[in-house]
């Protein structure tokens, strides 16, 4: 959620960081709460502080973008990082964690060698150049073995996925096409506040946000997938 915020002040937009940050790590543990009215209470009761911050705050020239990048950092980070959690409160969570993780961490692999390896046509250069339609494919080919892989290697330590193996291959197809629009939306938002990373934490690398840019939209895919393919 910091990098999230410092973003933004490259815009010379003035967010609730530490508002934000704190608001966004409550969201991402409500799903230990058992009262169903957690989430929805924690969702309004930032809008509500957050506008009523603003009215004391000055300079009010930037109020509303300090309020809209506020909001989105809560629900970007704190909303969508906590469907992880709900992940693992379900049957089985322990191991859609990791079949989660997992065939995310094989779809970025993939679409980097790959890649690398034969780029020649641009996916999205107004967003980010360096992707390509070969990385794409390469991720996604990577992700669908993956989680066949995954799938084979839980049955074998008698932890069997409720899913065959077509369902799996689209489980990991699922991702990867996720993943990457995670990880599209990450660069759009960068090249919108002037921001070449997300931060300088992990040297060479960006900040903690560039890498886990993909998996903010797979917990989301995966926990849903999971509930309508299953539950």
């Known amino acids: 959620s910091l990098e999230f915020y410092r973003m933004a002040s490259h815009s010379k937009i003035q967010p609730l960081t530490y508002f ?53 950092g809560i629900l970007y ?21 990791l079949c989660g993780m997992l065939t995310n961490f094989a779809n970025d692999t993939g679409a980097f060698f790959i890649g690398r390896a034969w780029a020649k046509h641009p996916l999205a250069s107004t967003i ?41 291959a689209l489980l990991g197809g699922v991702i990867s096409i996720f993943a990457q629009l995670g990880d599209l939306v990450e660069s759009l938002l960068k090249r919108n506040t002037g921001s070449k990373d997300s931060g300088k ?9 560039d890498r886990i840019d993909s998996i903010i939209f797979t917990g989301v895919v995966v926990y849903y997938y999971v509930i309508f393919a299953i539950l």
Request: proline share 6%.
């Open 128 to 168: 980010s150049p360096s992707k390509t339609w070969e990385g794409a494919v390469g991720g996604l080919l990577a992700a669908i073995a993956a989680s066949l892989i995954l799938n084979a290697f839980f049955s074998w330590l008698n932890y069997p996925l409720p899913l065959n193996y077509w369902q799996m």
């Open 20 to 72: 934000g940050i704190a608001w966004a790590l409550l969201l991402v543990l409500s799903p230990h709460c058992p009262n169903t009215t957690t989430t929805p209470f924690l969702i309004t009761s930032a809008i509500v502080i957050s506008l009523t911050w603003l009215l004391f705050r000055s300079p009010k020239g930037q109020a509303f973008n300090s309020w809209a990048w506020t909001i989105a």
């Open 201 to 209: 934490l992990l040297p060479g690398h960006g900040g903690i946000l």
């Open 77 to 97: 980070i704190g909303w969508m990082l906590s469907y992880w959690v709900d992940l693992r409160n379900l049957e089985a969570g322990r191991e859609w964690v």
